[in-house]
């Protein structure tokens, strides 16, 4: 290598680097070189040979120019940097490019953001990419809409505008910051910028002149991106906003409702693979910008795994990392710490976080104070939820079931201006999503354990026995007509199941939700799931209602059927006489219901080849229907053409024929 005339740094070639947020380590690695050689490229000592320019150019998708490795090129000093920045902020400065850039592009001289790059930033290209096209697209207008980054505490809002500074830092002469989470602390930090803009009005008093000065300044101005970060309460906001000037406005907000103020691009949770990528940069497993081959499929399943587990929440994640990084207890120990203190995990940060130092549980905690001053229906609302499972919340469990819901959501919920206002209290600070299309409403995971974790068992119990009793009132019967409303409710019952055994939840409605959950599962020849749940109401029923109740006997006989589908005629058979004899008992010898159980029993004798023992049976219910419900009834069609296939399959063809003509 030839040493360079001045050892003046190459901004450009660690620019390239650091906005791909690769280490040296890794460009090192990649090129065949070594990192203290790439250091010695990076501040100007010397300049790497024709073999390394080129894999460098190739790793970079860059010319030899482009990254300032030309001896007398592009002049790779921070020119334009503005000294007076705070020795604070001015260590987070991005390189500016230079005499590399076009004559017309904007050159950086003002920046106090005050986050270095975050290099385990994974995803978020479309929400970027999307955020560019809004903010770049009206540029010949006097001002573009301010553009919001919207969502949940912890979705990583923050750290997709934070990379939105780094990566698009070229195209802007200013790019200012400013914490908007409360009046007092964006008043103080326009006061800085105003003081880092140099601007006369920086002495002054009068905290209005100063904000005035700001505004006229932003209006007078171009090419800057002014960053406002939890921008909770836009309405204070709007009031430090400049009405004309050709830049470029980002909020960060929880809320989902902008109004005029802002367009809104929501922040989504991560995908299990998105989120899985992370973790293992975090923890370490896997160097940055390298390939998800790299690490073992123990790894990869296990990373998986915790980023289902932690919905894919950013903060949650990062948590799981500090974690992992601070007692080496690895992704199998975290799994498993997870599942037995779930609660003291989410409410511990570890040491090392400065740019989001709150954990899970903190980040909500306020939001959650505020929705119970404001609206405490809202508050019994987010409760209800934190029960039910996660996604596609139907809305008329809460309207049809309001009567189950306690008192303050249930007049709320039979109200659809008062439930309007409750979820769209809930929606200021992104705690629950509203589908209005499909009328169904979603909450994150972790939000319901964070709900779940803050209440003591009898208030868990209290809620989980609304939210069945709830289902139960809207979850239809089973038959073919209502097999759509079944199948949308599902995953609430399938969740209400799991915890009437959880909690041992003994009272009726609980078995009745059970019973219509099986029977529609049993419709669709789903007979395993039927058959455990018809066990379960079975096993409740008798419990509440006594072993010889009628409610038992009509579970039993549905066993039976089930057992018949399944081709276990001799389960079936015991099953179906206990039904009879209940009903028989409770009901008396020729009501309805005992034909019923007669008729079953019948056929499934019928089926094991028992037809002397069938007979009888149909015979005998053929009879109760006539006389119960008369002889035009389709029982008792139906009984005519069973007794007629019992001859028929026998060969007596003369017995079977009246009995197909008359049904």
């Known amino acids: 290598m030839k040493k360079s005339e001045q050892t003046t740094p190459n901004a450009l070639l660690r620019h390239a680097r650091e906005q791909r947020g690769w280490s040296r380590e890794y460009v090192a690695e990649k090129i065949g070189s070594d990192p203290k050689s790439l250091g010695r490229w990076e501040r100007g000592v010397t300049f790497p040979q024709p073999y390394y320019r080129q894999k460098l150019c190739e790793l970079f998708e860059k010319n030899a120019q482009e990254l300032g490795l030309m001896p007398g090129g592009a002049d790779k000093t921070d020119k334009g940097i503005d000294s007076g920045l705070s020795p604070r902020l001015q260590g987070t400065l991005p390189e500016a490019s230079g005499a590399s850039q076009p004559p017309a592009a904007p050159i950086l001289s003002i ?106 300044w932003l209006q007078e101005n171009d090419d800057w991106l002014l960053i406002l970060d939890n921008a909770d309460d836009l309405m204070m906001v709007n009031d430090f906003l400049p009405s004309l000037g050709q830049g470029h406005i980002l909020l960060t907000t929880r809320e989902q409702v902008t109004g005029r103020i802002a367009q809104r691009i929501e922040i989504e949770k991560m995908e299990p693979e998105e989120g899985a990528l992370f973790l293992l940069r975090r923890t370490h497993k896997l160097a940055i910008g ?248 079975l096993e409740i029923c008798e419990k509440t209602l006594g072993p010889e109740d009628s409610k038992v006997a009509q579970i039993l006989d549905a066993l039976a059927v089930l057992y018949f589908y399944q081709g276990k005629y001799s389960q079936a058979e015991s099953i179906e006489q206990r039904a009879l004899a209940i009903r028989e008992k409770v009901l008396g010898l020729d009501h309805p219901d005992v034909a019923d159980s007669l008729n079953n029993l019948a056929t499934i004798c019928q089926e094991q080849g028992k037809y002397t023992q069938a007979e009888p049976l149909f015979q005998r219910a053929l009879d109760i229907w006539e006389r119960k419900l008369g002889p035009e009834h389709r029982y008792v069609a139906s009984a005519l053409s069973n007794l007629g296939l019992l001859y028929y399959v026998q060969g007596k063809y003369a017995e079977a024929e009246p009995l197909y003509i008359k049904a």
């Open 111 to 216: 920046w106090n953001v005050p986050y270095r790059r975050n290099p385990f930033f994974t995803g978020r290209e479309a929400a970027l990419n999307a955020l560019h096209a809004a903010l770049t697209h009206g540029k010949a207008i006097a001002l573009t809409q301010a553009q919001a980054i919207s969502g949940l505490g912890g979705v990583g809002k923050t750290q997709t505008a934070v990379e939105y500074a780094y990566r698009y830092h070229d195209a802007y002469k200013a790019i200012l910051w400013a914490r908007a989470d409360s009046h007092e602390t964006l008043v103080s930090d326009v006061v800085s910028m105003v003081t880092l803009l140099k601007l006369p009005e920086k002495e002054e008093q009068d905290q209005n002149r100063v904000l005035d000065a700001f505004k006229r």
């Open 290 to 537: 390298a390939p998800r081959d790299n690490v073992s499929y123990t790894y990869w399943n296990k990373a998986i795994d915790i980023s289902r587990m932690l919905d894919g929440l950013p903060l949650a994640l990062d948590q799981a990392g500090a974690y992992i990084e601070q007692t080496e207890c690895g992704l199998a120990g975290y799994l498993d710490r997870y599942q037995k203190h779930r609660s003291v995990l989410l409410g511990m940060r570890g040491t090392s976080a400065t740019d989001h130092p709150e954990p899970v549980a903190t980040t909500w905690a306020l939001s959650f104070e505020k929705v119970q001053t404001v609206n405490p229906a809202a508050a019994d609302l987010l409760r209800f939820c934190a029960f039910l499972h996660p996604d596609a919340i139907p809305l008329e469990i809460i309207t049809d079931g309001a009567s189950e819901l306690g008192p303050l959501l249930e007049i709320a919920a039979a109200d659809l201006i008062a439930l309007d206002m409750a979820i769209g209290e809930l929606r200021r600070f992104s705690l629950l999503r509203r589908d209005p299309e499909n009328q169904i409403l979603n909450i994150h995971r972790l939000v319901q354990a964070v709900i779940k974790d803050g209440m003591d068992q009898d208030t868990q119990r209290r809620w989980a026995e609304r939210v069945v009793r709830a289902v139960n009132r809207v979850f239809p019967d089973g038959t073919f007509e209502t097999w759509q409303a079944c199948e949308r409710c599902l995953p609430q019952a399938q969740v209400c199941a799991a915890l009437i055994k959880q909690r041992d939840v003994l009272f009726e409605e609980a078995g009745q939700l059970l019973t219509r959950m099986a029977t529609y599962l049993q419709e669709r020849a789903r007979y395993a799931e039927a058959k455990s749940l018809y066990y379960q109401a």
